[in-house]
């Protein structure tokens, strides 16, 4: 058997050994950057062509969830009810959220808005650029598609609620959800997924966009061209060990 083209090893970094700075969120990458959250709260940003360290800093609390992104943006939320919006490159904040409890799902991104769910609160829609809400619905407990026109989503009990995307409030409930209890979110487009412990996936759509329709419209990210020639270099230095760096200053108004 013919192998095909065989990964190349580049680099390796070792992050602090302390057991609360694990490693137990996916990174999120940009053109020049991976961005990682220790479960601390420690987070850092290094090349992803070196093992180079640009800036790291400590949280005031561990994070909660999965880490959400869009382009150069994290949406990193937190054990203290906050969501932060980060700016990966400048390691800046550019806005926060407090919720109504605590965050333990991932924050879904779409080109337009965050949806953040906290327990005993239920689901809030957020403007992603600035941060403002737009609506939140008590009921809702977990965050399934959207299109233009509606949201859909589950309550505490299973069931799938039909909710309008501009106002988020309830317009249908459909009981058949039930049964399908493992958690399927999809903020790439419109198309809901269920699943069941059975084996069983279901995809629905609205009849009036038989065509899916892309939410989530990322800008492709290159690399600068002085990362690109960073690269090409041949490096005789070992990993950086990181520094305390001071925590990124939040935007001014």
Sequence with gaps: ?????????????????RPETRLEQTSILTGDYLFQ???NGLFFA???????????????????????GWGEVAYVPSDDFRV???????????????GGGPIR??????DDSLYVTAERAGLYRLNRTTGDMTWRNADANRFLAVN??????????????????ARGTQL?????????????SNELNDRIYLASNDGLLVALHDRDYPTPIRV???????????????????????PAKPTSKPKPKEEEN
């Design 105 to 110: 799902q991932k924050p879904r991104v779409t």
């Design 37 to 39: 959250a220790g479960a």
């Design 46 to 68: 290094m090349s992803k062509f070196e093992p180079r360290i640009y800036y790291q800093f400590q949280a005031d609390a561990p994070v909660s969830a999965a880490i959400g």
């Design 216 to 238: 989530k419209n990322v800008p492709e990210l290159k690399p600068s061209v002085a990362r690109s020639e960073t690269k090409k270099q041949p490096t005789e230095k070992g």
């Design 172 to 184: 249908a409930v459909y009981e058949g959800a039930r049964d399908f209890v493992v958690p399927l």
């Design 148 to 165: 233009n026109k509606f949201l859909y989503a589950t309550d505490l009990n299973g069931r799938m609620l039909i909710l309008d995307r």
């Design 1 to 17: 058997m013919e192998a095909g083209p065989q990964p190349q090893y580049l680099w390796d970094y070792m992050t602090e050994t």
């Design 84 to 98: 932060y919006a980060l700016d990966i490159v400048l390691g800046k904040i550019l806005w926060r959220f407090v």
